[in-house]
């Protein structure tokens, strides 16, 4: 059964007289890991908004379709009832600290005493959560005074935290160095082993064709392709809406490389080197 | 000849904490990434050097000019510092009067002011958004205007704090013509990176930092040469590196344009 259904969503923000999100329909199921690409203004972090229900709830505007996650519609339930099978790591992590909270096992807990779960499974969901994003360290410290980069691990520990059945990351690691990324990264591929289903906006290509198992490519509010990273990253057309593919993609494309019988590019490292040994 | 010299500088926030252990660095006309782990004093670094903050060790010197004795606002004609985080930065009702800011600022009239910050904005792609509110536009573009607003003070030295953060393809075109525009100019422009496609292409000179020391120091083909280095400093090699690595090549390939070639050479060497 499909762990998010969008029907003929259609939405425009208040201020706006161009629709941000124009007609998509959608299935996806669960465990599957989405990358959403596109240029920016192309509907990525509206769309993210529109799975946790901050579009409409909080920004209103003008409302059309059907959006389903786990199985509540976003249009009649509330953003606190979506929060318990969503979560969302927001792209500036300094919009997501609450500023109500003194230290970084406090900010974690945040999420949790608002859903009203018991003290000993608080105690142990932060402890995995702050683990797993490598910030037991810095439990604390005051939650402004982490640089960007810790602050970003701190926005999604307090997300993880939640167990969400539903994972929607919007451009999650901009912030952190490479190593550190790529461990964000191996540590949602893990929870989505788990079963959790993961929507992830991002600009690095690389990491999507590595991780994701489809990539919605949207422009101007509406699906162009929604298919495998190979099919998608091998489109001719990508610049035209405003997406480089993953260099691995862009060599091979460049000397015709292609796996024997593929109509597709290579998208990964081991792709790549794999039709172009021996040159 | 030295535009920014550092000698021995220590720092930290809190006693017994020392985020800087000692940085000596010279640095003249040429562009440089500076790269490192999270939490490694890149940012407190550049704070440094804005005169944002003062040494509790050591002393800077800007353009000859003791930045230890010196505010940020007197710095502020030949040092500017765009912020990681745009809100940090951004505080004006529009864009033009946001840009205009800075240079209105360093005693700019309001007729070049304006002049100033409508070229600035044309480089950065953000001509149709002057009269907008900053706080209305998205990240990539709000960090855009405050690139912008630092171009248009025209300063001898420009340091972008991540800049590429949230940036699609036309953002990080934008980013690297301002890039191009500096060191045409002959001007110092440092960038802190966590891409390193980005720096390796961009670069003349790269700076590791590893928990408040600087462990490399080089052309950028000369470090990301060297792996086990970057490995220690939670730093990876730009992809395309990694792929020429992969297929068996010795050197160390920055640009896509460097492998292709090599491996169109030796394919043709073959038929």
């Known amino acids: ?279 | 000849m030295s535009r920014v010299v550092v000698k021995d500088v220590c720092f930290s926030y809190r006693s017994g904490e020392e985020v800087l252990k000692g940085i000596t660095l010279d640095f003249d006309e040429k562009s440089t990434a500076i790269i490192g782990q999270n939490g490694a004093g890149k940012t407190t670094f550049v704070k440094l050097l804005k005169g944002l903050l003062k040494p509790t060790r050591g002393e800077i010197y800007i353009l000859g000019r003791s930045a230890n004795e010196m505010t940020a606002a007197a710095l502020a004609p030949f040092i500017g510092l765009v912020f990681q985080n745009p809100n940090d930065q951004i505080f004006r009702s529009t864009v033009l009067e946001e840009v205009m800011f800075g240079p209105l600022n360093i005693g700019e009239d309001p007729k070049g002011a304006r002049k100033k910050a409508e070229e600035a904005l044309e480089m950065v792609g953000l001509t149709e958004k002057a009269s907008e509110n900053p706080h209305d536009l998205r990240l990539s573009e709000k960090k855009l205007v405050c690139v912008a607003s630092i171009v248009a003070m025209e300063p001898e030295i420009l340091i972008l704090d991540e800049p590429t953060i949230a940036q699609d393809h036309a953002g990080m075109a934008a980013i690297r013509q301002v890039i191009r525009r500096f060191k045409e100019q002959g001007k110092l422009v440092m960038g802190i990176l966590h891409d390193m496609d980005f720096a390796a292409e961009n670069f003349e000179r790269v700076v590791v930092f590893h928990q408040g020391t600087v462990v490399a120091d080089d052309d950028p083909r000369e470090v990301f040469s060297r792996e086990s280095l970057l490995q220690r400093a939670g730093l990876e090699v730009p992809h395309i590196t990694r792929l020429g690595w992969s297929l068996g090549r010795k050197e160390t390939f920055l640009t896509e344009a460097e492998l292709i070639q090599s491996l169109r050479g030796e394919g043709s060497t073959d038929r």
Request: charged share 25%; hydrophobic share 40%.
């Open chain 1, 1 to 279: 059964m499909s762990k998010i259904r969008v029907e003929h969503l259609k939405y425009r923000y208040p201020s706006s007289e161009k629709l941000a999100l124009d007609d998509l329909s959608f299935e996806v199921d669960e465990g599957e890991m989405i990358g959403i690409i596109g240029r920016n203004g192309a509907g990525k972090s509206t769309l993210c908004q529109a799975f946790v229900g901050l579009v409409p709830h909080f920004y209103r505007g003008a409302y059309g379709g059907k959006v389903v996650v786990s199985g509540l519609e976003v249009l009649k339930s509330s953003v606190s009832q979506l929060a318990r099978r969503v979560g969302i790591v927001f792209q500036n992590p300094f919009t997501q600290v609450t500023g109500s909270k003194w230290t970084v096992y406090e900010e974690v807990a945040f999420g949790l005493e608002n859903l009203g779960v018991p003290r000993k499974e608080m105690i142990d969901r932060i402890d995995y959560a702050l683990q797993l994003l490598g910030m037991e360290k810095y439990r604390d410290r005051h939650p402004f005074d982490l640089s960007g980069g810790q602050m970003q691990r701190m926005a999604i520990a307090s997300v993880i935290a939640l167990q969400p059945e539903i994972l929607v990351l919007d451009e999650p690691t901009s912030q952190l160095d490479p190593q550190g990324s790529e461990e964000v990264f191996r540590a949602v591929h893990r929870l989505r082993e788990e079963g959790m289903t993961v929507i992830l906006a991002e600009h690095n290509m690389e990491k999507i064709a590595r991780y994701c198992n489809r990539v919605m490519l949207l422009d101007g509010g509406k699906i162009i392709d929604f298919a495998s990273p190979a099919s998608v990253f091998s489109r001719a057309d990508l610049t035209r809406y405003g997406v480089v593919p993953p260099v691995y993609t862009r060599v091979c494309r460049e000397l015709n490389a292609k796996r024997e019988g593929s109509p597709h590019f290579p998208v990964t490292l081991e792709e790549a080197c794999e039709v172009l040994k021996g040159r």
